[in-house]
């Protein structure tokens, strides 16, 4: 599986961005997605996941309500909506997917597979 994000950029606080995730090779719906971010100096923290067979969505506490997790299976593609950014938001992006059916598999530490990240920075 190999996992491409992009959708990076500059924005200033209260503004949107949407990231996205594009999907290749053997990929299955049993397969769980997720976002995860690491700001500099910090360690990568969970974000957002999505179940790739039921859509079913969990979200870290900071970004609930903020953020929108979404699949497009025709596309193999994960999105992030973005809105209301803050500054804490900053941060590297990466998207990450595993073959589980149970979520906090995936929300500890990530799935086995990772993609390049996407840098988000948000300014005053």
């Known amino acids: 599986v190999q996992l491409q994000a992009s959708g990076g950029g500059l924005v200033q606080t209260g503004g949107s961005l949407r990231l996205s995730c594009e999907i290749s090779?053997?990929?299955?719906?049993?397969?769980?997605l997720a976002w995860f971010r690491q700001a500099l100096g910090k360690e990568r923290e969970f974000v957002a996941a999505?179940?790739?067979?039921?859509?079913?969505?969990y979200y870290a506490d900071s970004v609930k309500g903020r953020f929108t997790i979404s699949r497009d299976n025709a596309k193999n593609t994960m999105y992030l909506q973005m809105n209301s950014l803050k500054l804490d938001d900053t941060a590297v992006y990466f998207c990450?997917?595993?073959?589980?059916?149970?979520?906090?598999?995936?929300?500890?530490?990530?799935?086995?597979?990772w993609g390049k990240g996407t840098l988000v920075t948000v300014s005053s």
């Open positions: 090779g053997r990929f299955f719906n049993s397969y769980i």
């Open positions: 990450t997917a595993k073959q589980t059916l149970r979520p906090e598999a995936i929300m500890r530490t990530g799935g086995h597979y």
């Open positions: 999505i179940k790739w067979n039921t859509d079913t969505t």
